[in-house]
Structures are given as structure tokens and as C-alpha cells.
């Protein structure tokens, strides 16, 4: 059974900073390129950033380039997000899953930038 759990959410001033981890399991985790996404309130959900097999090649969506870092351990079938100057516009739920196929979603992480 497929399971994806996301934490490391929570509330932090504006320009602090946080670190989300996504342990995955019931399926074969470095075979696939994953990614983090986020739904802010009244919003569709978005893809913030995305990780090849072997974690050679990144890519951030322009909102987060050069604020926010993605990362994998194989070895540990967990993902990570490393999100530095955080702005009160990355409120949000985060969530991690494939990029290609996804599978039904986790409960995902709740990060709140605020003062």
C-alpha cells in the first residue's frame, strides 16, 4: 500500500525558514521523479519543485527559485524541501508525489508564513 507522509510544517515569521520531509513507502521510490506541490486556500494545487530518479537534475517553479532547495535519500525513500526567506504568499499545504502518475495524495504538511 502506497503511503506518503509529509511533515515539517508550521508557523514561521516571514523571512525564516523550514524544512518538510516526505517518507514514502509501499512502492519503489528512487525509480521515480518526485515532486512537491502546494494548495494555498481558494487556490488550485501547484507544483513547486521536482527531483529526478537519482537526484541529478532539480527544478523549482519561478515563485521559489533560489529560496526554496528540493532533495532526496534513496537510501531512506524520503524527500525533502529545505524553504529559506519564506514570504507570507508561501502559505500553504505542501504535499510530495510522483510527477508522472501521481498517486492519491497524502495528508499533506501545513506551513504558515506570518507575522
Known amino acids: 500500500q502506497v503511503q506518503l507522509v509529509e511533515s515539517g510544517g508550521g508557523l514561521v515569521q516571514p523571512g525564516g525558514s523550514l524544512r518538510l520531509s516526505c517518507a514514502a513507502s509501499?512502492?519503489?521510490?528512487?525509480?521515480?521523479?518526485m515532486s512537491w506541490y502546494r494548495q494555498a486556500p481558494g487556490k488550485e494545487r501547484e507544483l513547486v519543485a521536482g527531483i529526478t530518479p537519482a537526484g541529478g537534475t532539480t527544478n523549482c517553479a519561478d515563485s521559489v527559485k533560489g529560496r526554496f532547495t528540493i532533495s532526496r535519500d534513496n537510501t531512506k525513500s524520503t524527500l525533502y524541501l529545505e524553504m529559506n526567506s519564506l514570504k507570507p504568499e508561501d502559505t500553504a499545504v505542501y504535499y510530495c508525489?510522483?510527477?508522472?502518475?501521481?498517486?492519491?495524495w497524502g495528508q499533506g504538511t501545513q506551513v504558515t508564513v506570518s507575522s
Open positions: 508525489n510522483r510527477r508522472y502518475s501521481p498517486y492519491p
Open positions: 509501499g512502492f519503489t521510490f528512487s525509480t521515480y521523479t
